[in-house]
């Protein structure tokens, strides 16, 4: 069964600050890769989706990479702003598969 | 347009008791997902529809577990018995196919078993 682990489970930073948030999974047959992030009492929102075939997606002050044959994915995120404070979450869709398999989180805070 | 919502936002119930928990998709998306979120966790995948069946239930825990999208649309998580260890945040999304990457997810539904 397809592991989905994300490092580290919280972080605190100061407003202005780049950071990397990551996450590794155990099984490198996978479909695509996807971040999310999610706040309090509400659903997830799609940040990103990388295609395995694919090594990066950007969206604006965001950026997610993929080594699939490493089982690693990392989510950058430029000039960190209060309202990114959120947990974010990596999920993986397996080869063949329709479902998604999460992480359990990193918690960001953004200190103004 | 609209989104993925879930009725009721929130739900308390006793030990024993049933509870039906419902999903409306995004008007036109076929494929819908059920997840289960306990607290501190990642979503972990319960059962998926394509269209009126369910074309992967492996997920649920067990038996007491149900679920219908009797018309293709909305659908119902049921759950019969209901012990403290249900509690958690039951989370739909849909998609527009089965082929289709992007999953839109609900405000999620959360389950308080008393």
């Known amino acids: 069964k397809q592991e989905v682990t994300q490092i580290p489970a919280a972080l605190s930073v100061p407003e202005g600050e780049n950071l990397v948030l990551n996450c590794s999974f155990t099984?490198?047959?996978?479909?695509?890769l996807q971040w999310f992030r999610q706040d309090p009492g509400k659903g997830l929102t799609s940040l990103l989706l990388?295609?395995?075939?694919?090594r990066e997606q950007t969206s604006g002050r965001l950026n997610a990479s993929l080594d699939k044959s490493s089982g690693r994915s990392t989510l950058y995120i430029a000039a960190s702003q209060p309202g990114d404070s959120a947990t974010y979450l990596c999920?993986?869709?397996?080869?063949?598969?329709?479902?998604?398999?999460f992480g359990t989180g990193t918690r960001l805070t953004v200190i103004p | 347009g609209a989104g993925v919502s879930q009725t009721p936002s929130n739900k308390v119930t006793e030990k024993g008791k049933y509870v039906e928990l419902r999903c409306d998709p995004i008007?036109?998306?076929?494929?819908l997902y059920w997840y289960r979120q306990s607290l501190g966790q990642g979503p972990e995948f319960l059962i998926y529809?394509?269209?009126?069946?369910?074309?992967?239930d492996s997920g649920l825990p067990n038996d007491r577990f149900f679920a219908v999208r009797p018309e293709g649309s909305v659908s119902t998580l049921k759950i019969q018995r209901t012990e403290r260890g249900d509690s958690a945040v039951y989370l739909c999304?849909?998609?527009?196919?089965?082929?289709?990457?992007?999953?839109?997810f609900g405000p999620g539904t959360r389950l308080t078993v008393l």
């Open positions: 529809f394509q269209g009126t069946g369910a074309a992967d």
């Open positions: 990388i295609q395995s075939s694919q």
């Open positions: 099984d490198s047959a996978i479909y695509n």
């Open positions: 999304a849909s998609s527009l196919d089965a082929g289709t990457d992007t999953q839109y």
């Open positions: 008007s036109g998306h076929t494929a």
């Open positions: 999920a993986v869709r397996g080869a063949g598969a329709n479902n998604l398999f």
